[in-house]
C-alpha cells in the first residue's frame, strides 16, 4: 500500500519556524521526485517546492524562494520542508506527492498536514 504520511505542522507565531516530514511507503520513493503543494481553504492548490529523485535539483515558488527549503533523505524515505520566516499568508494545509515522471503529474499525495501561522 502506497502512504505518504506529512507531520510537523501545527500553530506558529509569525516570523517562526516549522520542519514538515513526508514520509514514504509502498513505492521506490528514491525513483521519485517529490513536491510541497499547500491549499488554503476555498482556494486553489499552490505549488511551493519541488525536489528531484537524487536531491540534487530543487526549485520554489516566487512566494517562497528564500524562507523555504526542500530536502530528502532517500535512506529514510522521507522528505522535509523547512520553513522559515513564516507569514500569516503561509497558513494552508501542506500535502507532500510523488511525481515519476518528474513533470508535474503526481502519482501520489499524503493526506495534508495544517500549518498555521498567527500571533
Known amino acids: 500500500e502506497v502512504q505518504l504520511v506529512e507531520s510537523g505542522g501545527g500553530l506558529v507565531q509569525p516570523g517562526g519556524s516549522l520542519r514538515l516530514s513526508c514520509a514514504a511507503s509502498?513505492?521506490?520513493?528514491?525513483?521519485?521526485?517529490m513536491s510541497w503543494v499547500r491549499q488554503v481553504p476555498g482556494k486553489g492548490f499552490e505549488w511551493i517546492s519541488d525536489?528531484?529523485?537524487?536531491?540534487?535539483?530543487?526549485a520554489y515558488a516566487d512566494s517562497v524562494k528564500g524562507r523555504f527549503t526542500i530536502s530528502r533523505d532517500n535512506a529514510k524515505n522521507t522528505v522535509y520542508l523547512e520553513m522559515n520566516s513564516l507569514k500569516p499568508e503561509d497558513t494552508a494545509v501542506y500535502y507532500c506527492?510523488?511525481?515519476?515522471?518528474?513533470?508535474?503529474?503526481?502519482?501520489?499525495w499524503g493526506q495534508g498536514t495544517q500549518v498555521t501561522v498567527s500571533s
Open positions: 525536489i528531484n529523485s537524487s536531491g540534487g535539483s530543487t
Open positions: 506527492a510523488a511525481d515519476k515522471s518528474g513533470s508535474g503529474s503526481y502519482d501520489y
Open positions: 509502498g513505492f521506490t520513493f528514491s525513483s521519485f521526485a
